[in-house]
């Protein structure tokens, strides 16, 4: 009789859910079995239970057991209620498990509130390594969305949405054999919430952007609003459809399949949509940086065989860039203000009747590793390249970003960082419209008065900022200016440690430093609020493996080499324009060269030491000029530094340091230098006071200009 009714609910569920699995479902037959998912609904359990190939025992709260109608599906299969409380509970599952019997367990223990991956329990995966059996991860994707869940009401909801459960490959999680009983489960409780954010990862769709933004609009609606800049108009996904479908629908005319296309305008909504919209028909943005000067503009280029670029009257003579962009040469301008009378009745008819009825089919179909955009790095150690991301690349890498942070609809990011620079294009512009969070997009970074104010106003609850961006807001800030804000995210260069203490005690916020890179889309490495470790980067996204290679001279850590789906199809170099030069490094093909020396701790945070690039070789000794700009800050946490060198005959390198302390000597870096345990051959022999200190458009310092400075003095 159960095994009809099962039949008959699973026949219904399947038609009203349009369920779908993905995986393999012959991989069951382990002699000890324990299959963890997500949890997103009261539905998770019956659908396991309807469409799992073997017949398990359910792991369920002893709340729930106390409510009729639970009681009443939980009759449909084997359950054992346990109290979460209880210190005798987890050992009940062992012997379950040891008899032979599969079991299934939600190690979060209770439904997602957030739309993410919530707090793991250790007792699974104390379970697991246990018991040695064999786990099975299953992501369940959909049930979120059902009238089921406990998710609050700005979520959309289905009667019935479409859900996907996915099957991953079997694993396992070893018993931890260093440390006392509870630093072993606690242990293998980290092992266990690595293994649900891999499964989140790994369980993604194959998408590219343009039907990524479709299948959100489809998720969210399409007069879900989301979208706002300066003008201050909150554009809906239907907005961003249109704009998208007619920006990129122009932009064909004067362009051919594959082909790279300039972008040089601010944070605005049509930046974002002219990524879609060229995406959509096959042609490439390449984000151009307008801060790079005519001379950086036209490397840039001539490196991606650019000859139209997009931009804007308004946004040139703001800008003042009318002169460099003129200065270009081989370079096709189009304009945004004369894009809507280039749109004919013929577009519009298309517009209205086809593209956004069908804007999947009006689309032209690619690949996920087909390029989606061209971005260039900052040019602060050298000539700047074009990196080429795919769409696989992009979208990989906001799946590893959602995988550990939980950003949900109830957000709003404001993203001041530029679209040109990979951490404000993907985690402040694209990553908030694929997953149906809000942003505010800025024009700059540098109105550190304007800013805060708007984080206020705007009600923003995360923030995007470098480590001299999120300095200055907080001089200029009212302590109660980022009372909403949940996340602070500084990316791009290192957080100092004086801005770090500055954000906790004006207004009792911990900054979530991360790590990346242009070649990475940009994200490798994060600090969370379920993994955080103050002086580091956080631990690895899922999916990226890592290698550390030995520096001579250099006893901590190694060069960090990285692979993953997140890695750069390849580069595009001035020297030698078009051509396609695939990621490699000593660590094999398809490898990136990060240039970064890390080292790994004990629960695999990575800490950065310094880069290659940035270590003088003072009398023999190799000494990184980040050290020399952590004893500045030491010194002078009020003030900016940044060190060069300068050839010396007698020395091999002599250690500049620039600073906008005026007041600093050689005396008090060797005090600090004492206090802090910095060794002697860190104190720079020259010191020079400067203003300010020369900075790129992302913030960072430009290195090349100071280096430049340093040869001169």
């Known amino acids: 009789m159960r095994e009809m009714l099962r039949f008959i609910l699973k026949c219904i569920a399947t038609v009203l859910f349009r369920v779908t699995m993905r995986g393999r479902t012959d991989q069951f037959h382990a002699e000890r079995l324990l299959i963890v998912a997500n949890h997103e609904s009261f539905l998770d359990g019956v659908l396991l239970g309807l469409f799992l190939p073997v017949n398990p025992v359910f792991v369920v709260h002893s709340g729930i057991v106390r409510f009729r109608i639970f009681r009443l599906i939980l009759s449909l299969c084997d359950y054992l209620p346990v109290d979460p409380m209880s210190p005798m509970a987890m050992k009940t599952v062992i012997r379950l498990i040891e008899s032979g019997r599969p079991v299934v367990i939600f190690p979060e223990g209770r439904i997602t509130v957030t739309g993410s991956l919530m707090k793991v329990y250790d007792g699974p995966a104390f379970v697991a390594a246990k018991t040695n059996a064999t786990i099975i991860p299953i992501r369940l994707d959909g049930p979120a969305r059902s009238y089921f869940s406990r998710l609050s009401g700005k979520y959309p909801r289905a009667i019935f949405p479409r859900i996907t459960i996915t099957v991953l490959a079997p694993t396992s999680i070893a018993m931890p054999e260093d440390g006392t009983a509870r630093e072993r489960r606690q242990k293998a409780g980290e092992s266990m919430r690595h293994l649900m954010q891999e499964m989140l990862f790994a369980s993604r769709p194959e998408q590219t952007l343009f039907s990524a933004l479709c299948d959100a609009a489809a998720i969210h609606g399409r007069s879900r609003r989301l979208v706002e800049d300066v003008r201050q108009i909150e554009y809906s996904y239907g907005d961003l459809l249109k704009t998208s479908l007619a920006l990129g629908r122009i932009l064909t005319k004067q362009s051919g399949i594959?082909?790279?296309?300039?972008?040089?305008?601010?944070?605005?909504?049509?930046?974002?949509?002219?990524?879609?919209?060229?995406?959509?028909?096959?042609?490439?943005?390449?984000?151009?940086?307008?801060?790079?000067?005519?001379?950086?503009?036209?490397?840039?280029?001539?490196?991606?065989?650019?000859?139209?670029?997009?931009?804007?009257?308004?946004?040139?003579?703001?800008?003042?860039?009318?002169?460099?962009?003129?200065a270009l040469s081989g370079i096709q301008l189009l304009y945004l203000e004369d894009m809507k009378a280039a749109l004919s009745l013929a577009d519009k008819l298309w517009l209205i009747f086809w593209a956004l009825r069908f804007p999947r089919q009006a689309a032209a179909s690619h690949s996920p590793e087909d390029p989606a955009v061209v971005l260039f790095t900052s040019g602060s150690e050298g000539t700047p390249k074009g990196v080429v991301l795919s769409h696989r690349a992009i979208l990989a890498n906001i799946a590893q970003i959602r995988a550990v942070v939980d950003f949900s609809v109830d957000d709003k990011i404001l993203n001041a960082l530029p679209l040109f620079h990979s951490f404000g294009l993907t985690a402040g512009g694209l990553l908030p419209v694929l997953t149906g969070a809000n942003t505010f997009l800025y024009p700059s970074p540098l109105h550190y008065r304007v800013i805060p104010e708007l984080a206020y106003d705007r009600n923003c609850t995360v923030l995007l900022g470098t480590s001299t961006f999120l300095g200055n807001y907080a001089k200029f800030a009212n302590p109660y200016d980022f009372y909403r804000l949940r996340y602070v995210i500084a990316g791009a260069e290192k957080l100092a440690e004086p801005v770090r203490s500055a954000w906790f005690e004006k207004f009792g916020i911990r900054i979530f430093e991360g790590y990346g890179a242009t070649e990475t889309a940009p994200v490798l490495a994060v600090n969370t609020p379920m993994a955080y470790r103050t002086g580091t980067v956080g631990q690895l996204l899922p999916g990226i493996s890592a290698k550390l290679l030995p520096v001579a001279g250099i006893d901590r850590g190694g060069v960090l080499h990285v692979a993953g789906p997140n890695v750069m199809t390849g580069y595009l170099r001035a020297t030698n324009p078009g051509v396609l030069e695939p990621p490699s490094s000593e660590a094999g093909e398809g490898w990136y060269d990060t240039g970064d020396i890390v080292e790994f701790d004990e629960n695999n945070f990575v800490r950065i030491v310094g880069r290659v690039k940035r270590f003088a070789k003072v009398a023999g000794e190799m000494v990184s000029l980040e050290t020399v700009e952590k004893l500045a800050f030491h010194a002078s946490p009020a003030k900016l530094h940044a060190s060069s060198t300068q050839p010396d005959p007698a020395r091999g390198e002599t250690i500049i340091l620039y600073t906008t302390d005026r007041d600093l000597t050689r005396d008090h870096l060797q005090n600090a230098a004492k206090e802090g345990g910095w060794p002697e051959i860190a104190i720079p022999r020259t010191i020079i006071p400067v203003d300010t200190l020369p900075l790129l458009g992302t913030g960072k310092v430009d290195y090349v200009t100071l280096k430049t400075w340093a040869e001169k003095a």
């Open 258 to 326: 594959g082909e790279r296309i300039g972008v040089l305008l601010p944070n605005v909504m049509p930046t974002l949509c002219i990524v879609f919209g060229l995406n959509a028909f096959r042609r490439t943005p390449a984000m151009l940086n307008f801060t790079a000067g005519t001379g950086g503009m036209q490397a840039a280029c001539s490196a991606a065989c650019i000859r139209t670029v997009v931009t804007s009257r308004t946004f040139l003579e703001q800008g003042k860039l009318t002169d460099k962009v003129a």
